[in-house]
């Protein structure tokens, strides 16, 4: 896997030197990183070109309402449909249908339809 930014292919230089036994007294991050990836992973991520990577890739924190909100919008159509069911549309249709001895008239001062039952 290339690296995505200069300073990572850098600290995966040093990664893959201390794996290979080059780099003495490495700090303590290195170390930890050293210990934790394999000695080929860690090369690959080295030998990655500089040329049109940024110098740093910033990551955005995900906080919990950013969670929410994504989980929310997958599962809004599910929801609906469990609201509702399989009469969604008619409960629809049934909030625009007439009442009995309902009639309803456009009123220009307000610019909508107006019924008499309100």
């Known amino acids: 896997m290339p690296a995505v930014s200069k ?19 490495p700090s303590p991050e290195v170390a930890k990183a050293a210990a934790s990836i394999k000695k080929k992973d860690a090369k690959d991520f080295a030998s990655t070109k500089h040329k049109k990577l940024p110098e740093k890739v910033v990551s955005k924190e995900e906080t919990k ?3 929410y909100d994504s989980e929310k919008k997958k599962f809004a159509k599910a929801d609906k449909k469990m609201k509702f069911g399989k ?4 409960a629809k249709e049934a909030k625009n249908k ?5 009639v309803k008239r456009y009123d220009k001062t307000l610019g909508k339809y107006v019924s008499n039952k309100d």
């Open 7 to 25: 300073a990572q292919q850098r600290f995966m230089g040093m990664v893959y030197a201390t794996k290979k036994g080059e780099m003495t007294n």
């Open 65 to 67: 309402y950013d969670r």
């Open 87 to 90: 009469f969604y549309d008619k």
């Open 98 to 102: 007439l009442r009995p001895g309902e």
